[in-house]
């Protein structure tokens, strides 16, 4: 626990004490709700079944120490929804021009493989970064060591609107407003 | 609408299963196969709505999590040492012929 | 109402299945294995989703909404890990991507992993 709020040194230390059950508490509150989806019974039987799993899962993932502000990204989620409106804009936009590459034929790509450095600061904030350009149709993110990525794309135009950086600030501004 | 859907899902595959029997590389054919598991997830939704039987929803759920999982496995696996031998003495023994 | 939520579900449908359709051809047509992930791309994105919103349309309510939703979200947090994985496997074991000349200047190569 204590390895995990060191990497928050942003965060005050009275906060740091609340980190915990904060995390636990929305591991515990979508694992209900995905049992509630799948099963949809409300005998006792079955919902003292889907608590014991509940507890079990949560047993377990205290034992492997991953329930932390990684995997639990509470900290994120009201700037998300603005940040996943222009993800799926921009996923629109590159689809578009993908389609109009395929049926244009092999003539009209031209396929690049560069290196270019992310400004995010956490391992999550580059995650971020990594798997929205992997998700934009166009741009796959190959390698990530360090600070660098390696992006295979499938026109040069779409490394051009790399670096240019939206995307880039966009996640970096999410990652600093936690 | 529905029908329609279904019957270009399973063109989709066909391409896919082309793909993978082509393919000229081993990850030429895994994406095939991870094209192919999107593409029957796919069919399975739309088959629960043709039958009138939402229950095929959750099947669908399964497979979208066995798929990652097996994709994840293969690459492992070619990942190995055994495999990378193996797949040097293929080539080796290919040149050798020629 | 009812009629609207049709004509926007066969809509939706519709065009899912074209962009399924490009992406078929696309992993036929292109030429080396990193465009051909791009291509798969196109399918899992904004086809897959596109289908999936089509068939939301169909039921906008209860459980299979649910249902619905959650695969949609399953895809779309599994596929680029997935094809992260695959290219980064492709790379490591050498196999080294058909590019274009002119953009192929020698500075911006990855180094040999």
């Not at chain 3, 004509?7 to 962009?19: A, E, Q």
């Not at chain 3, 596929?79 to 500075?107: F, I, M, W, Y």
């Amino acid at each position: 626990m204590m390895n995990n709020s060191k990497a928050l040194n942003k965060i005050p230390l009275e906060e740091v004490s609340y980190q915990m059950p904060t995390h636990t508490l929305s591991l515990c509150l979508s694992l209900s709700l995905f049992w509630w989806i799948n099963s949809n019974y409300s005998n006792p039987l079955l919902l003292s079944l889907g608590a014991a799993s509940i507890l079990l899962v949560l047993y377990i993932a205290h034992r492997m120490d991953v329930i932390d502000h990684e995997s639990q990204p509470v900290h994120l989620s009201l700037k998300m929804s603005g940040y996943l409106l222009w993800l799926t804009k921009e996923i629109i936009v590159s689809n578009i021009s993908v389609v109009k590459h395929i049926w244009l034929g092999n003539s009209s790509i031209s396929p690049t493989l560069v290196t270019i450095d992310a400004s995010q600061r956490t391992d999550l904030g580059k995650v971020i970064y990594a798997n929205s350009i992997t998700l934009t149709p166009g741009t796959v993110t190959v390698d990530l060591v360090g600070d660098r990525m390696t992006i295979h794309s499938l026109l040069k135009e779409n490394i051009d609107t790399l670096k240019a950086g939206e995307m880039d600030r966009r996640v970096t501004e999410l990652e600093n407003r936690c | 609408m529905l029908t329609a859907a279904t019957i270009a899902i399973l063109v989709v595959m066909l391409l896919a299963i082309i793909r993978c029997v082509v393919g000229p590389t081993l990850y030429d054919r895994i994406l095939a196969f991870n094209m192919f598991g999107t593409k029957t997830v796919l069919l399975i939704s739309i088959l629960g709505f043709l039958m009138g039987r939402p229950e095929f929803l959750d099947i669908a759920l399964v497979y979208a999590l066995i798929n990652f999982i097996s994709v994840i496995g293969v690459l492992r696996f070619s990942d190995s040492v055994e495999f990378k031998h193996s797949l040097q003495e293929q080539t080796s023994t290919k040149e050798g012929k020629q | 109402m009812n009629l609207l939520l049709e004509i926007g579900s066969g809509l939706c449908l519709l065009l899912g299945c074209f962009l399924c359709l490009s992406g078929g051809v696309g992993i036929l047509r292109f030429p080396d294995f990193f465009t051909r992930m791009h291509a798969v791309g196109v399918t899992d994105t904004l086809g897959a989703g596109m289908i999936l919103i089509g068939l939301m349309l169909q039921n906008p309510a209860g459980l299979v909404l649910l249902k619905l939703m959650m695969i949609l979200l399953f895809t779309l947090f599994i596929n680029p890990t997935a094809s992260h994985a695959l290219a980064k496997a492709a790379l490591r074991n050498n196999l080294q991507p058909v590019l274009d000349e002119s953009s192929n200047q020698g500075g911006d190569k990855p180094s040999k992993l």
